[in-house]
């Protein structure tokens, strides 16, 4: 096409032709109306509940909430608060959440591997795990977890023992724990010192390879003093170890370390069924790195375990975070589904205040902010990390 | 660029204008006029509760409160098949009441003080006097409710169940493993496959779980103790008295019947009674309809299509669970029923 003569492009222009302007304009009214219905929507919401006379306001939070938890990581009786109650649940959530987190994303990465294996059972049995796990609703999986558990495994009186001190039964895995002792700060303290110590360690190996070239095995640096301190401190200390071993008493058992049967099926459940998910975006991940790359640094003569983790993992990594950043996001936000099978998370405990309460609004809305100061927080972990393991062109 | 996200702008705040358009106006005899211009009245009942409210194979609802629901239609409509049956669960009634889904709630719905003030809410006169319970296995060996401290026990949330259960082990200095399922089979089969020692609910819900629910009714027991007033109730929201009137006085006008000895076999022979108080109820002295804005022949249709308080009974909760009428008899037998004066 032929331009034409520019057509009198000295004349000014009017004002509401300046496309510039009007773009402002127009987002100046459209930000103006969303806000309008905005406060239009809380304040019919606030006009409508105080006519009907329903109570309004976050004043509840601090009424006796009178119901009890099954489970709770802090202590937690009737007489707390609404808010200590919702408290529990949000650490409930996070206690599945983070949990399942790790697990999903380790069973993921090795089923991953697996549907690359050469060897054709493998492979194939990682995809059979894969197809069928991501393909059937969650919320069902759940129901199978839970009624296999509850169904399959005897009453506490009649309680499985596969391990003297251990117990399975239909109220939950028992195991025995050892009893804190004041020592143990000691321990603590010498974990933490450790872990210093085997950063430092792990610095001065970096420079000394980047200096000299030499390496310096550094599982053994890590490991040593991690494992090491806390056991020898330990060990000065007299070794002060007294179990809590579970006992029957009355209608359950009391004492030592418990899992339920509601943590452990939705566990179960959200780790197998995002693992799923993981394992497939594991496998595009390394798929991803070009043949070339593997070839290359076989033929430098580096070994293949070290080819898988300084070559290939590096550059797969870039491929699998984004992804599995919203995998993790929706682990957690499935937790949610704990509901149907009883585990009291955040919406279990939210569901019921607000129904003891009848202050709907409220409720949902901090559902709704702890998941999303629970999302966002997982985001920008991730994001940072995405970041840091990103390339960096030199 | 920017028409895109006005267009995005402009469909997010359609859908949410659309959403605040179908919140309800609650003004004074809205409802009623509601109800009248769509024909049907809209009745919250329980998901599933055996001689309560129960849907069958055909989809069809039986039970008590359900009845009363047909009881309301007849009144107003002079047709009790003019309800629609909206299945709800412990956590939804209140807001789907508030928010007008719902015309009236039915559903085993306990009176208390703060429902009664808090939400919104006006309750009917009482349909059912009942009282929270235990059931336990009969291998527990467990006689008395004050034998359970460590005992792990099924509940329903958002129930006053779950908070006279803490009330009551808290009282006793018990301690107790809450597990709270939202869904009444799931909850049911989790109590029977062994996952809690106690179920525990209003004592005519356990009646109902161990004689329909349960493989073998005589392994399980229910425990003397009845820890708590339940006192159920249908329920309107605030802003419509009119409406109001009418749930309460169809309440009274079951019970009334039935202290008259009105059932719906013999209202058309009781037509012509002589008795003032049986012809104001029937209509045949004109005047309580009209006190209500209603056909004179209310009561008529609503005995003759649904039954009186005592018929609605034996048929949903006395027969098929085994439960005696105790406190839900009439006044006169030693229950604690008792119409108001239709005059």
């Known amino acids: 096409m032929t331009m034409s003569k520019p057509v009198e492009t000295t004349r000014r222009q009017a004002v509401w032709n300046d496309p510039r302007l009007r773009a402002i304009v127009y987002q100046i009214l459209v ?66 959440g983070l ?46 977890w839970y009624s296999l558990i509850n169904e399959s495994l005897p009453g506490p009186r009649q309680a499985l023992s596969p391990l003297p001190g251990v117990f399975m039964s239909n109220r939950g895995l028992y195991l025995p724990a050892p009893v804190w002792q004041a020592d143990y700060g000691y321990v603590a303290l ?77 566990l179960t459940g959200l780790t197998l069924y995002t693992a799923a998910f993981i394992a497939e975006i594991v496998r595009s991940g390394i798929q991803a790195v070009a043949k070339g790359q593997s070839e290359a640094a076989l033929s430098l003569g580096l070994p293949r375990s070290k080819v898988l983790r300084l070559v290939i993992l590096p550059q797969a990594l870039r491929v699998i975070v984004p992804p599995l950043t919203s995998q993790y996001l929706n682990l957690i936000k499935n937790s949610s589904l704990a509901v149907a099978i009883g585990y009291p998370d955040l919406v279990s405990i939210a569901n019921t205040t607000l129904n003891q309460t009848g202050q709907a609004v409220e409720g949902i809305a901090m559902i709704m902010a702890t998941y999303l100061t629970i999302s966002l927080a997982i985001a920008a972990f991730m994001n940072w990390y995405n970041k840091r393991i990103a390339f960096k062109e030199r | 660029m920017t028409r895109t996200r006005l267009l995005t702008a402009i469909t997010t705040a359609l859908t949410i204008a659309a959403g605040t358009a179908a919140l309800p106006q609650a003004y004074a005899g809205q409802t009623l006029d509601a109800i009248k211009q769509r024909g049907t009245i809209k009745c919250g009942v ?119 259960l803490a009330d009551y082990f808290r009282a006793n200095k018990m301690e107790f493993k809450p597990v709270v399922i939202e869904k009444f ?106 006190n209500l804005g209603l056909d004179e022949k209310w009561a008529y249709n609503m005995i003759k299509q649904v039954g009186n308080y005592g018929e609605i009974y034996e048929r949903n909760v006395g027969k098929p669970l085994g439960l005696a009428r105790g406190l839900n008899a009439l006044w006169k037998d030693g229950g604690l029923m008792y119409a108001m004066p239709i005059r």
Not at chain 1, 80 to 95: E, M, S
Not at chain 1, 125 to 143: D, K, M, S, T, W
Not at chain 2, 85 to 99: E, G, V, Y
Not at chain 2, 201 to 212: F, K, N
């Open chain 1, 31 to 96: 930000l103006g109306g969303v806000l309008l219905l905005g406060w239009y929507l809380v304040s019919n919401t606030l006009h409508r509940l105080e006519q009907q006379s329903i109570a309004t306001g976050f004043g509840f939070l601090e009424k006796e909430a009178g119901f009890g938890i099954s489970e709770s990581l802090i202590a937690y009786t009737p007489a707390d608060t609404y808010l200590r109650a919702f408290l529990v649940g949000v650490l409930n959530t996070f206690k599945v």
């Open chain 1, 99 to 144: 949990v399942g987190i790790v697990l999903a994303t380790l069973i993921g990465t090795v089923i991953g591997i697996a549907r690359l294996s050469s060897n054709w059972l493998i492979a194939r049995l990682a995809a059979i795990y894969v197809e069928g796990l991501r393909n059937i609703p969650l919320l069902l999986q759940l129901f199978l």
């Open chain 1, 190 to 266: 010498a974990l933490i010192v450790a872990v210093v110590l085997a950063l430092l360690l792990v610095r001065w190996a970096h420079r000394r390879q980047d200096l000299t070239g030499q390496q310096v095995p550094l599982s053994l640096l890590v490991l040593g003093p991690v494992l090491g301190l806390p056991v020898l401190v330990f060990f000065v200390l007299g070794a002060p170890l007294q179990w809590s071993v579970p006992e029957l008493k009355g209608f359950n058992f009391q004492g030592g370390l418990s899992l339920s049967p509601e943590y452990a099926a939705l």
């Open chain 2, 46 to 164: 329980n998901d599933g509760l055996p001689g309560f409210s129960n849907p069958d194979s055909k989809g069809e609802w039986s039970g008590l409160d359900v009845d009363v629901c047909r009881a309301i239609a007849a009144v107003l409509f002079g047709d009790s098949k003019k309800v629609q049956f909206i299945p709800l669960n412990a956590q939804q009634r209140f807001t789907a009441l508030q928010s007008g889904e719902i015309d009236v709630l039915s559903r085993n719905t306990t009176w208390t003080q703060t429902r009664d003030t808090t939400l919104g809410l006006n309750f009917a006169p009482v349909t059912f006097y009942d009282g929270q319970g235990f059931m336990v296995p009969k291998s527990l060996g467990v006689k008395s409710a004050k034998e359970l401290s460590g005992a792990t026990v099924c509940v329903q949330p958002g129930t006053t169940t779950e908070l006279n």
């Open chain 2, 185 to 290: 089979d799931e909850l049911n089969n989790a109590f029977f496959a062994g996952r809690c020692d106690v179920n525990t609910t209003d004592r005519s819900g356990l009646a109902a779980i161990r004689t329909q629910l349960a493989k073998n009714p005589d392994d399980y027991v229910i425990l003397p103790e009845a820890i708590s007033k339940e006192p159920l109730a249908p329920v309107v929201r605030h802003g419509d008295d009119e409406w109001f009137d009418i749930v309460k006085w169809t309440v009274y006008a079951l019970i009334e019947a039935e202290e008259q000895g009105i059932t719906s076999q013999n209202v058309d022979e009781k037509l012509k009674s002589t008795d003032p108080n049986v012809q104001r109820l029937l209509g045949v002295t004109p005047g309580m309809g009209k």
